[in-house]
């Protein structure tokens, strides 16, 4: 099969991913809820994956609160910081997974920013919602429609300069692109541990540098007396018995993407990108391409989006059509009535699968 | 011969980054649970030292800023007492 969907999950991951994941599953207990060995290696377990996203994202292993996917992380930012009827700004480009939680709470929303790969509009529109001093500002790093980078450091020191909260999706960064909570000075920054990653699914990752509410309540193995979630991180996020086993891979993925370096990872998807967005320019299809793009690609194919997508799958090709759970995106691109064909690289992206799918597609 | 103390966190996670800050600075020391009656808000975690310099040990776990619930020395008779630094 020719995987071009790691936009949605990196479907091979290096082999030490998921053995960790069957040692952990062998070995490990409940972390942090007793003392004998196979709870204290599980505790151990989930404690190097705070190690290893703390080194990689620029913070203290405590601010490392263990999610099950960047939408879970996302709903504790986006609920910690924003109440019903707040006003809140955020990119054109933002997932369901922010703009649903927004929808559910009543907030009046404020769409800064809706050109495709141009940071001067980006920036000019942010600069100008965030004068009405918002609740909060919410921006994505890379829109996982059209792998859009964000000017993020600039939007977050727009934030900072003006004193407002600010919650960073790291959903399609995180893993290929510099990510730093203290760096950018965010109140949140959520991402998934099943793309850039390379953990398994069902694992996330929200680094704090504010103080969050919880979502879930429960059990922590901490201050087991008080009936208040405890006020210290990260248990005051993690109620109930943690996915070791999936941390346990996490950790894994996170040690590749350390050694390997982000630089060269984002080398790798960013060729592909642009061998990818040229060879379809050929075929004389509609590409989204542009300065300032990560490892995905949105086209328009010669029929409709789905069944270009389906075409591709019975010919062994796996990439996602339609609305990407990110109508907002579309719409911003004027792509909402048709939706696109994505096709998304990942770390394992070369030469040669690219041109395969070109030439797949050059048959459609 | 050297004292035994404990050193009692909130959370299992304070109790292991403060567990990697005193092995950095040479103070062996292992990870257990918290005994009951050291923790009245129940369920923790301490760090057991071997140690004569305790006032160094707990100044680096300060200096990275964890926190510390209480800090214990068990004597050669097994009675516990808090210390206070």
Known sequence: MIYLDSGATSFRKPPQVSRAVARAMERCASPGRGGYRPAMEAAEEVYRCREEAAALFGCLPEQVALTTSCTHGLNIAIRSLVKPGDRVVISGFEHNAVTRPLHALGARVTVAGRRLFDWEDTLSQFRRALEGKPKAAIFTHVSNVFGYILPVEELAGLCRERGIPFIVDAAQSAGTLPVSLSGWGADFVAMPGHKGLLGPQGTGILLCGSKPEPLLYGGTGSASREQEMPQELPDRLEAGTLNVPGYAGLTQGLRYVRRVGTERLFAREHRQTERCAIGLKRLGLRVFSGAHQAGTVSFLGRSDCEDTAAALANLGVAVRAGLHCAPLAHESAGTLDTGTVRVSFGFDAEDAQTDAFLQIMGKL | ?85
């Not at chain 2, 975690?45 to 926190?67: C, F, G, H, M, S």
């Open chain 2, 1 to 85: 011969m050297k004292n035994i103390y404990f050193v009692t966190f909130r959370s299992v996670t304070f109790a292991q980054r403060g567990e990697r800050v005193l092995r950095s600075s040479g103070i062996h020391c292992t990870l257990q649970r918290t005994p009951r009656w050291m923790e009245e808000q129940g369920c923790g975690y301490a760090l057991r030292l071997r140690t004569n310099q305790i006032t160094d040990a707990v100044e680096a776990l300060r200096r990275e800023k964890l926190p510390i619930r209480r800090v214990y020395q068990q004597y050669s008779s097994g009675d516990l007492e808090e210390v206070k630094l």
